[in-house]
T-cell receptor
Framework: GESVGLHLPTLSVQEGDNSIINCAYSNSASDYFIWYKQESGKGPQFIID?????DKRQGQRVTVLLNKTVKHLSLQIAATQPGDSAVYFC????????????FGQGTTLQVKP | NAGVTQTPKFQVLKTGQSMTLQCAQDMNHEYMSWYRQDPGMGLRLIHYSVGAGITDQGEVPNGYNVSRSTTEDFPLRLLSAAPSQTSVYFC????????????FGQGTRLTVV
């Protein structure tokens, strides 16, 4: 069935280092992917998205890479800061134009000062 | 700009009670959805709507009803609450189905005892 999974449940990095959070998706028909950040007690917050006709997209301190061959998505955060500590979710839109988003289970990013 | 507003933020119900979780958005988005989030898990889709008068089931619809009488509002009803419905509920909206970011509310933390 459709699923989106993350390789590691927790990632611990030193402040100032770069972080890489990975995501594997299973539905090759998905053509839209989003990364969300969720801080404790809050709703998910949009970070960056990418469409399947791209393999890389950059935002402010964040980069998303899409490898459709192996159905892999990654989020890179440059110069990680304490404020980046949160749970990160990837999501895909699955097959069909229904508007549904399928979420992975999340990776907790811990930034050590 | 309020975005997506959910009420209440916290609720405790007894088994068998009914209640409605409210969700309103002021962005004129056509697509709205409800998710539940359980500890250590990603978000699972309960119900969604692609416009006023149109709703459909998501991944975990049992025990929940929805309606969409206006573009702005998308309430979620629990007709007879069960302990298994203890969760954090998030409402989201997006401009266009499956292609643009979904904006999330702050969540409703529901406990059924």
């Amino acid at each position: 069935g459709e699923s989106v999974g993350l390789h590691l449940p927790t990632l611990s990095v030193q402040e100032g280092d770069n972080s890489i959070i990975n995501c594997a998706y299973s539905n090759s028909a998905s053509d839209y992917f989003i990364w969300y950040k969720q801080e404790s007690g809050k709703g998910p917050q949009f970070i960056i998205d990418i469409r399947s006709n791209m393999d890389k997209r950059q935002g402010q301190r964040v980069t998303v890479l899409l490898n459709k061959t192996v159905k892999h998505l990654s989020l890179q955060i440059a110069a990680t800061q304490p404020g980046d500590s949160a749970v990160y979710f990837c999501a895909e839109n699955g097959s069909g134009n229904t508007g549904k988003l399928i979420f992975g289970q999340g990776t907790t990013l811990q930034v050590k000062p | 700009n309020a975005g997506v507003t959910q009420t209440p933020k916290f609720q405790v119900l007894k088994t068998g009670q009914s209640m409605t979780l409210q969700c309103a958005q002021d962005m004129n988005h056509e697509y709205m959805s409800w998710y539940r989030q359980d500890p250590g898990m990603g978000l699972r889709l309960i119900h969604y709507s692609v416009g006023a008068g149109i709703t459909d089931q998501g991944e975990v619809p049992n025990g929940y009803n929805v309606s969409r009488s206006t573009t702005e509002d998308f309430p979620l009803r629990l007709l007879s609450a069960a302990p298994s419905q203890t969760s954090v509920y998030f409402c989201a909206s997006s401009e266009y189905r499956g292609r643009t970011e979904a904006f999330f509310g702050q969540g409703t933390r529901l406990t059924v005892v």
